[in-house]
């Protein structure tokens, strides 16, 4: 059984770094890409961004500049790092597994909780 | 960037009832549509992927549909784990978008 359990500080002030992990626990690790997506309060799903052993990073061009999603595959985590927070980035954040294997039409098919981030001065 | 409308926002449905949201993709994306349940505090799960393909443990009561740009949901004989919030989701090309979402509310 595949789950994901993600931590990290849920309260920031503008122009601050988020710092979310997400450890992988059951499947393979390096067999998949591991994703991060968002939901601000009362707004839909939005993609920050994913990265595969093999095929590298892709970013939403709207948060590529602030955004790096970095692995430790050793350990079988996934970070999220997103510099120069302002309110706008308030929301709830996902890591998620993506199966990019043939027959799977890429779906993402396992979450974890989700972390609430709240950006305040 | 590929857009997701799906409609409606919200609903309101009973217990028992049949349901079916649609989404409306603004490009081709063949069968790469996935369906997710929302609910508040738990992990977001998959219902439904590659436009009509039930992931496994997922009841029957739930059916997708469509190709190209339209496609739906259907649940049929709502359970009150399902009020809920439901999200399309293209997997066809980056970045990934989602629809805005429709929240099965209780009638």
């Known amino acids: 059984q595949v789950q994901l359990q993600q931590w990290g500080a849920g309260l920031l002030k503008p122009s601050e770094t988020l710092s979310l992990t997400c450890a992988v626990y059951?499947?393979?690790?390096?067999?998949?890409?591991w994703t991060w997506i968002r939901q601000p309060p009362g707004k839909g799903l939005e993609w920050i961004g994913e990265?595969?052993?093999?095929?590298?990073?892709d970013y939403n061009p709207s948060l590529k500049s602030r955004v790096t999603i970095s692995t430790h595959t050793s350990k079988s985590q996934v970070s999220l790092s997103l510099s120069s927070v302002t309110a706008a980035d308030t929301a709830v954040y996902y890591c998620?597994?993506?199966?990019?294997?043939?027959?799977?039409?890429?779906?993402?098919?396992?979450w974890g909780q989700g972390t609430l981030v709240t950006v305040s001065s | 960037d590929i857009q997701m409308t799906q409609s409606p926002s919200s609903l309101s449905a009973s217990v028992g009832d049949r349901v079916t949201i649609t989404c409306r993709a603004s490009q081709n994306i063949l069968s790469y549509l996935n369906w997710y349940r929302l609910s508040p505090g738990k992990a977001p799960k998959l219902l439904i992927y590659a436009t009509s393909t039930l992931e496994g443990g997922v009841p029957s009561r739930f059916s997708g549909s469509g190709s190209g740009t339209d496609f739906s949901l259907t649940i049929n004989g709502l359970q009150p784990e399902d009020f809920a919030t439901y999200f399309c989701h293209q997997s066809y090309s980056s970045p990934l978008t989602f629809g805005g979402g429709t929240k099965v509310e209780i009638k």
């Open positions: 998620a597994r993506r199966d990019r294997r043939s027959g799977s039409y890429n779906k993402i098919d396992h």
């Open positions: 059951g499947g393979s690790f390096s067999d998949y890409s």
């Open positions: 990265i595969n052993q093999g095929l590298g990073t």
